[in-house]
Structure formats: C-alpha cells, structure tokens
C-alpha cells in the first residue's frame, strides 16, 4: 500500500507560478508511475500529467503542454508538478496517484488527499 501526500498548492495571481510536491511511504515508488491530475468544482477529475517509474517518459493533457512539467525523484520518493503561467482555468483540486503498470499512462490505484490550487485574474 502505498500513502501520498500532496503539497504546495495556493492562491497566485494568473500568469504566476507554483510547484506542487507529492511525497510516497509504502510500497516500491521506484516502480510505480506517477501522475497528477485535477478536479475543478463540479466537474470530473481530469488527467494532468504523468511520469514513467524511470522518468524517462512523460506525458500532458493539451492544456498543460509547454505550461507544466511533471518530475520525480525516486531517492526521495517524491513526485512533483512544476506550474508556470498559470490560469484561472487551472483552479482545482490537484491530486496525486501511484500506477501499477497495468494502469499506465493515464490511470490511478492509489491517491492522494488533494492540495487546492487557486488562480486570481
């Protein structure tokens, strides 16, 4: 069982910037991929981003292209979202998730509690 907790969120102005963490205990984080993705008010959770238990592939949902950068570090068993020009359409709920490779690229089996992310005009 793996546990995931995420940090980082905030309120920024738009066009600003912020980077998300999401710490793992439990488990082989070395093995597993990790994504992020969002939950807006009332709407369904959304795919973000995601990275391969090596980091050596990723993959962006086409609004975060070129805007955000998802990395890791396996000797810390931390994930992270780099998140640069932001928009106040990129208010959410952000979430982290650990994926078994049956679950690779855009599936979660473990999550995390969510970190709220607040974008002003």
């Known amino acids: 069982q793996v546990q995931l907790v995420e940090s980082g969120g905030g309120l920024v102005q738009a066009g600003g910037s912020l980077r998300l963490s999401c710490a793992a205990s439990?488990?082989?984080?070395?093995?597993?991929?990790m994504g992020w993705f969002r939950q807006a008010p009332g709407k369904e959770r959304d795919f973000v981003a995601v990275?391969?238990?090596?980091?050596?592939?990723?993959y962006y949902a086409d609004s975060v292209k070129g805007r955000f950068t998802i990395s890791r570090d396996n000797a810390k068993n931390t994930v992270y979202l780099q998140m640069n020009t932001l928009k106040p359409e990129d208010t959410a709920v952000y979430y982290c998730?650990?994926?078994?490779?049956?679950?690779?690229?855009?599936?979660?089996?473990?999550w995390g509690q969510g970190t709220q992310v607040t974008v002003s005009s």
């Open positions: 998730a650990a994926q078994y490779p049956s679950s690779w690229p855009f599936g979660g089996d473990f």
């Open positions: 439990g488990g082989r984080f070395s093995t597993y991929g």
């Open positions: 990275i391969s238990w090596s980091g050596g592939s990723t």
